[in-house]
């Protein structure tokens, strides 16, 4: 058939692609509000400066994590992971977006003005135009990703604390955030038992395999203990029962852990935690969260009124 014969009203076959409804593409011209009709008003005994911070640093958590997986996109070790890692941070980059608009709904203070005073979507702005010390993630989502091994053993650890976490902040007397948490637990499951399947097939792999995995964990095991400690923040959250002291977690974590642990044949390293305090939680951050960030924010910020 001669492409004459082909009845259509364009003069290109992708001419008619570019009409209609934007909306219809991954990415289209715009984007609502997350929140868009939701009743976002700040329950009684709720100190919305003090849920905004909490809102940060679990949106920070999964914005700069979801990053660091979206690293392994075309680089994982067969087609099939290389799109369950995509999916697992485009989980997470949607808990940050929803997130970082209640911070913004709950204070919108915390939103940074652009010096020329473009309009950004409040999550946008907090995502592409605060500077390192005003993200509040745990260093432990913003450490390099290393090889397989690494990946796998700190996945497993973080989505394991994270999903105990969503589970009790499914509670929470913010209707908001207890409606973010029970939408992430279903998510959250899975990047856990993604992460506990890889960990026993690696550890029960070749020799190469276990040997990867086990200085993998060693080297993520430094930094875990961050996920467990409050912050003057995270007390005061716990406190107005709108979230959850990290702490109260850990017997529960621990326990997943160990039964992974002892099902790969690997034991827990014995390896001192890195620093003291909440570090991350504080703004105080690792010298690879900059790097982190030049490449997130890069065409943000170059051009702050970019439609694509």
């Known amino acids: 058939m001669d492409s ?14 570019l009409g209609g409804d934007a909306s ?12 868009a009709g939701v009743d976002t008003t700040i329950p009684a005994g709720v ?29 994982a070790p067969d087609l099939e992971d290389d799109i369950a890692l995509a999916n697992i941070s485009l989980d997470l980059l949607g808990q940050a977006r929803l997130l970082l608009a209640r911070a913004a709904a709950a204070d919108p203070s915390v939103v940074p003005v652009l010096p020329d005073g473009s309009p950004v979507p409040p999550e946008d702005a907090l995502a592409f135009f605060r500077d390192e010390s005003a993200f509040r993630n745990v260093r432990y989502v913003e450490a390099p990703n290393g090889d397989f091994g690494v990946t796998i053993a700190r996945l497993l650890l973080f989505s394991t604390h994270r999903l105990a976490l969503l589970q ?4 929470s007397v913010d209707p908001v955030l207890a409606a973010i948490a029970a939408k992430g637990v279903k998510e959250v499951t899975y990047h856990r038992d993604y992460a506990g399947r890889w960990f026993v097939t690696l550890a029960r792999g070749t020799e190469e395999s276990r040997r990867r995995l086990v200085a993998g964990l060693a080297t993520v095991w430094p930094m875990y203990a ?11 959250a ?38 003291t305090g909440p570090l991350g939680r504080t703004g105080r951050h690792s010298e690879a969260m900059g790097r982190l960030l030049a490449e997130m924010q890069v065409v943000a910020r170059a051009h702050p009124l970019g439609k694509w």
Not at 6 to 16: A, E, I, M, R, T
Not at 24 to 35: I, K, M, R, S, V
Not at 168 to 171: E, G, T
Not at 248 to 258: C, L, R, S, Y
């Open 47 to 75: 100190d919305g400066a003090v849920l905004a911070a909490y809102c940060l640093m679990l949106g920070d958590d999964a914005l700069v994590y979801a990053h660091r997986l979206s690293e392994w996109t075309s680089n």
């Open 238 to 275: 716990a406190e107005q029962a709108f979230g959850v002291d990290p702490a109260t977690v850990g017997d529960e974590v621990d326990a997943v852990v160990e039964h992974v642990l002892a099902t790969a044949g690997i034991e827990r390293p014995d390896v001192p935690a890195s620093g």
């Open 24 to 35: 219809q593409w991954a990415f289209g011209t715009d984007f609502e509000d997350p929140l």
């Open 168 to 171: 009790r902040l499914a509670a």
């Open 4 to 17: 004459h014969d082909l009845d259509l009203d364009h003069d290109s076959v992708y001419d008619g692609l």
């Open 226 to 236: 961050e996920l467990t400690r409050c912050s003057d923040v995270e007390a005061r």
